[in-house]
Protein backbone atom coordinates (compact mmCIF):
# COMPACT_ATOMS: atom_id res chain seq x y z
CA UNK A 1 0.00 0.00 0.00
CA UNK A 2 1.25 3.44 -0.24
CA UNK A 3 0.56 6.19 2.12
CA UNK A 4 0.50 9.72 1.00
CA UNK A 5 0.31 12.47 3.06
CA UNK A 6 -0.66 16.63 2.85
CA UNK A 7 2.55 18.58 2.42
CA UNK A 8 2.54 20.76 5.79
CA UNK A 9 1.41 24.44 5.36
CA UNK A 10 3.82 27.05 5.11
CA UNK A 11 2.09 29.63 7.18
CA UNK A 12 -0.71 29.76 9.59
CA UNK A 13 -2.12 33.52 9.24
CA UNK A 14 -3.96 34.80 11.65
CA UNK A 15 -4.38 38.37 10.56
CA UNK A 16 -3.87 39.98 7.30
CA UNK A 17 -5.30 43.96 7.03
CA UNK A 18 -4.95 47.12 5.62
CA UNK A 19 -5.45 50.15 8.10
CA UNK A 20 -5.72 53.74 5.81
CA UNK A 21 -4.78 57.03 6.63
CA UNK A 22 -3.78 60.47 4.81
CA UNK A 23 -2.01 59.35 1.74
CA UNK A 24 -0.96 55.86 2.67
CA UNK A 25 -1.80 52.87 3.82
CA UNK A 26 -0.73 50.03 6.34
CA UNK A 27 -0.72 46.40 5.56
CA UNK A 28 -0.32 44.38 8.36
CA UNK A 29 -0.55 40.35 8.75
CA UNK A 30 0.32 38.05 11.67
CA UNK A 31 1.47 34.40 11.47
CA UNK A 32 0.55 31.68 14.56
CA UNK A 33 3.16 29.62 12.68
CA UNK A 34 5.68 29.44 9.97
CA UNK A 35 7.33 26.10 8.17
CA UNK A 36 10.00 26.91 5.82
CA UNK A 37 8.72 30.27 5.13
CA UNK A 38 11.85 32.41 3.16
CA UNK A 39 9.33 35.79 3.54
CA UNK A 40 6.54 37.85 1.89
CA UNK A 41 5.90 39.84 -0.94
CA UNK A 42 2.87 42.86 -1.29
CA UNK A 43 0.85 43.06 -4.33
CA UNK A 44 -1.85 45.98 -5.09
CA UNK A 45 -4.32 46.27 -7.38
CA UNK A 46 -7.05 49.02 -8.12
CA UNK A 47 -9.81 46.10 -9.07
CA UNK A 48 -10.02 43.64 -6.85
CA UNK A 49 -10.45 40.90 -9.67
CA UNK A 50 -7.34 43.24 -11.56
CA UNK A 51 -4.00 42.70 -12.47
CA UNK A 52 -1.84 43.08 -9.29
CA UNK A 53 1.88 44.85 -9.20
CA UNK A 54 4.48 43.59 -6.26
CA UNK A 55 4.74 46.60 -4.56
CA UNK A 56 8.08 46.00 -2.45
CA UNK A 57 11.32 46.51 -3.55
CA UNK A 58 12.93 42.97 -2.17
CA UNK A 59 11.10 39.98 -0.41
CA UNK A 60 10.31 41.07 3.28
CA UNK A 61 12.14 38.05 5.77
CA UNK A 62 10.30 35.87 7.70
CA UNK A 63 10.94 35.87 11.42
CA UNK A 64 8.42 33.20 12.76
CA UNK A 65 9.09 30.08 13.51
CA UNK A 66 6.78 26.42 13.57
CA UNK A 67 6.18 27.53 17.48
CA UNK A 68 6.32 31.32 17.61
CA UNK A 69 4.05 33.86 16.20
CA UNK A 70 4.98 36.86 14.46
CA UNK A 71 3.47 40.65 13.08
CA UNK A 72 4.86 42.07 10.22
CA UNK A 73 4.43 45.66 8.82
CA UNK A 74 4.37 47.44 5.42
CA UNK A 75 3.50 50.88 4.37
CA UNK A 76 2.22 52.14 1.18
CA UNK A 77 2.72 55.43 0.72
CA UNK A 78 1.97 55.42 -3.27
CA UNK A 79 -1.55 55.78 -3.02
CA UNK A 80 -3.98 58.42 -3.20
CA UNK A 81 -6.41 59.70 -1.19
CA UNK A 82 -10.48 58.77 -1.91
CA UNK A 83 -9.45 55.66 -3.94
CA UNK A 84 -10.17 52.36 -2.99
CA UNK A 85 -6.78 49.76 -3.13
CA UNK A 86 -6.49 46.09 -2.94
CA UNK A 87 -3.81 44.01 -1.98
CA UNK A 88 -2.74 40.20 -1.70
CA UNK A 89 -0.33 39.02 0.48
CA UNK A 90 2.40 36.16 -1.13
CA UNK A 91 4.38 33.97 0.99
CA UNK A 92 7.44 31.92 -0.23
CA UNK A 93 8.72 28.86 0.97
CA UNK A 94 12.65 28.07 1.28
CA UNK A 95 12.02 26.33 -2.15
CA UNK A 96 10.23 29.19 -3.83
CA UNK A 97 6.64 27.76 -3.81
CA UNK A 98 4.79 30.78 -3.69
CA UNK A 99 1.23 31.16 -2.17
CA UNK A 100 -1.51 33.82 -2.31
CA UNK A 101 -3.46 35.51 0.48
CA UNK A 102 -6.49 37.82 0.30
CA UNK A 103 -7.21 40.44 -0.90
CA UNK A 104 -8.00 42.77 1.48
CA UNK A 105 -8.78 46.46 0.79
CA UNK A 106 -8.78 50.06 2.18
CA UNK A 107 -9.56 53.86 0.94
CA UNK A 108 -7.03 56.57 2.23
CA UNK A 109 -8.65 59.68 3.53
CA UNK A 110 -7.36 62.75 5.86
CA UNK A 111 -9.38 61.22 8.62
CA UNK A 112 -8.50 57.97 9.59
CA UNK A 113 -10.83 55.08 10.15
CA UNK A 114 -13.21 56.85 7.60
CA UNK A 115 -11.57 55.51 4.53
CA UNK A 116 -12.03 51.37 5.47
CA UNK A 117 -13.53 49.55 2.72
CA UNK A 118 -16.81 47.26 3.96
CA UNK A 119 -15.69 44.52 3.09
CA UNK A 120 -12.45 44.91 6.11
CA UNK A 121 -14.97 45.86 8.60
Do not use: C
Not at 66 to 85: A, G, H, M, P, Q
Not at 97 to 119: E, F, K, Q
Amino acid sequence: TTTTTEPAMLITLSLFDAEPANKQIKIIWETESEVNNAGFNIYRSDSEYGEYEKINDSLIPASGALTESSRYEFIDKNVKNRKVYFYKLEDIDTEGNATLHGPVSARPGLIYGLGRSLDNR
